[in-house]
């Protein structure tokens, strides 16, 4: 992965179309975009309509840029992407990845500090930090094997 188009694009492949679980707390959802995020982000259609191309917008704004992740190598880039996305406390991750002090704050210094980090030693690390948050949360039962299998075909996708 080279850039956010083909972030998104494998981000995709996990998200899939719509979803209304009534056991998932970001409730109704297309592409990954929960229903709130759309309207916060002026969508007022459907979520079933909800265009590829929109979330896609939504997806860079929202979770992309504010993690400045343009500044990462692909693979470090990918994984906080779709961490932010799916849900979690991703920067505390990167930070405990990288061993800087953890503070949740995406910084010149944490910046910094995911740069001068091995991507592969970064992304296992992240991913183990990931995984370890997800198997606490009261939605485990329900959701974790599909967490589980999410974060494995990313470390696939060349995430490790």
Known sequence: MSSFDDAFTALIGNEGGY????RDPGGETM????????RANGYAGAMKALPLQTAKAIAKREYWDPLC???????????MFDANYNGG???????QASGVPVDGKISPRTIDAIRATDPVEFCLR????????????RAWPTFGRGWSG???SNMLKGGS
């Open 89 to 95: 406390p991703t920067v505390r991750w990167a930070q």
């Open 150 to 152: 999410r974060i494995a």
């Open 126 to 137: 992240f991913l183990a930090y990931r995984l370890k948050y997800l198997t606490g949360l």
């Open 19 to 22: 979803s209304n679980n009534p």
């Open 31 to 38: 592409w990954g975009i929960t229903a709130r995020v759309a």
């Open 69 to 79: 992740l343009d500044q990462f190598d692909a693979r470090i880039a990918f994984q």
